[in-house]
């Protein structure tokens, strides 16, 4: 059971990191100073004083940025190597002592799963700010906010549920990139064909 549980904690952290990387690691940072849950010793490494003072300021950032059109985009591509390498990070942490082998292996596993969730969230992001109107940034921000602090709390109390609960969004989003994919060559290959009719 014990696989299960740091696989659950491992996949539902890195992947809410892929979608609020600062939301992740307060959390984490404040479940193991105030002891929330029972966790292992190695999340003793998210219990610092300015490692959950820096994630709440810069999620505190990120909650009035992701508000703005336009303007969450922009923050959304800076952080497309940061949440990636966040997820990555906060992964290998929840592994504890293990192999170097392992600790590769797990590291791409998480930076794997929260480029995933990045990605999703971005285009998501990407098509609201093509409506005109601006009511939905507020909507899908405060949908991804309170996506990631349940997720964490999932993560943290039922490991083997976020473990469930993430294997179905990984299938979702792999579904949902392979959709885009395929109508983006629809519509690349749209003006090739017409061209070529005349």
Request: aromatic share 10%; no cysteine.
């Amino acid at each position: 059971m014990d696989p299960l549980i740091t696989l659950g904690r491992t996949l539902g952290f890195s992947f809410a990191a892929g979608v609020n990387l600062y939301a992740t690691v307060a959390m984490l940072g404040l479940a193991s100073r105030y002891d929330w849950v029972d966790l292992p010793p190695q999340y003793a490494v998210f219990d610092n004083t300015y490692v959950i003072g820096a994630a709440l300021v810069l999620y505190v950032i990120e909650f009035f940025t992701d508000k703005i059109p336009w303007l969450d985009s922009l923050w959304d591509a800076v952080h497309t190597l940061v949440r990636p390498i966040g997820g990555a990070l906060v992964a290998v942490a929840s592994l504890g002592d293990a192999s170097p082998g392992m600790t590769t292996m797990v590291a791409l596993l998480g930076g794997t799963v929260a480029a995933g969730s990045h990605l999703t969230k971005a285009g998501t992001r990407l098509a609201a700010n093509a409506s005109p109107e601006p009511a939905s940034n507020w909507i899908l921000s405060i949908a991804e906010d309170v996506f990631v602090v349940g997720l964490g709390a999932l993560a943290l109390a039922y490991p083997v549920a976020a473990l469930v609960v993430v294997l179905l969004l990984i299938v979702a989003v792999v579904v949902a990139l392979a959709t885009f994919v395929r109508l983006l060559r629809r519509w690349l290959a749209g003006p090739v064909s017409t061209a070529a009719g005349t």
